[in-house]
């Protein structure tokens, strides 16, 4: 049982390039999050879904997609990266909302934009 | 949308005495509030949590306290040990928004 997994856990891309994170989840969980963390900012949530075929938007949504194509999967890309998207990423799932659930979070990945 | 805060942003102590952290949220309405710790360069991971039908909560030297008429929960870690050194966050259910508001989190340095 691995939990959350994410992949890759460190890369550097050039500005204007472009690049999907993938989430996995094995603990078959219905809700799947993104968040980003920057230095005295604490986590700030990106997307989320609520189900497989499901997304929604969360606090800072702009620049970024997601897909939940399979429940067990959640993918968030940058479609053209800028210097504001460096930052730590963190995958999320729980069983039942954020309101019920405790979030399970992956180890997180490194993105850096030059 | 709920707005959490954290004080103090950082908090040294010597091994053994106490530690506490303060949140405060906006939102009258919310009605959960975990706490989360993040070891350096790990993820984070709840640790404890508390709802609004509840004042305190404890798990060994771990405490959480609720006062919902001022709107702010605090974090309490007794007997500290090295081992508690982290990023402590804590976070707010927002109904507005139907989402966790995390706090920016307070750095705990526990001195031997």
């Known amino acids: 049982n691995a939990g959350v997994t994410q992949t890759p856990k460190f890369r550097v891309l050039k500005t204007g390039q472009s690049m999907t994170l993938l989430c996995a989840q094995d603990?078959?969980?219905?809700?799947m999050y993104w968040y980003r963390q920057d230095p005295g900012m604490g986590l700030r949530l990106i997307h989320y879904?609520?189900?497989?075929?499901?997304?929604a938007k969360g606090e800072v949504p702009d620049g970024y997609n997601v897909s939940r194509l399979k429940k067990q999967n959640f993918l968030l890309g940058l479609e053209s990266a800028a210097p504001s998207q460096t930052s730590v990423y963190f995958c999320a799932s729980s069983q039942q909302g954020a309101l019920t659930g405790e979030l399970f979070f992956g180890e997180g990945s490194r993105l850096t934009v030059l | 949308g709920e707005n959490v805060e954290q004080h103090p942003s950082t908090l040294s102590v010597q091994e053994g005495d106490s530690a506490v952290i303060k949140c405060t949220y906006s939102?009258?309405?919310?009605?959960?509030f975990p706490w989360y710790k993040q070891e350096l360069g790990k993820r984070p991971q709840l640790i404890i949590d508390i709802r609004s039908n509840v004042g305190e909560k404890k798990d060994q030297r771990i405490a959480v306290t609720l006062n919902k008429t001022a709107k702010h929960f605090s974090l309490h870690i007794t007997e500290t040990q090295p081992e508690d050194s982290a990023v402590y966050f804590c976070?707010?259910?927002?109904?507005?928004?139907?989402?966790?508001?995390f706090g920016k989190g307070n750095q705990v340095v526990v001195i031997p």
């Open positions: 603990m078959n969980h219905e809700y």
């Open positions: 976070a707010a259910f927002s109904y507005g928004n139907n989402r966790l508001a």
């Open positions: 879904s609520v189900g497989e075929g499901t997304t």
């Open positions: 939102d009258s309405a919310s009605n959960y």
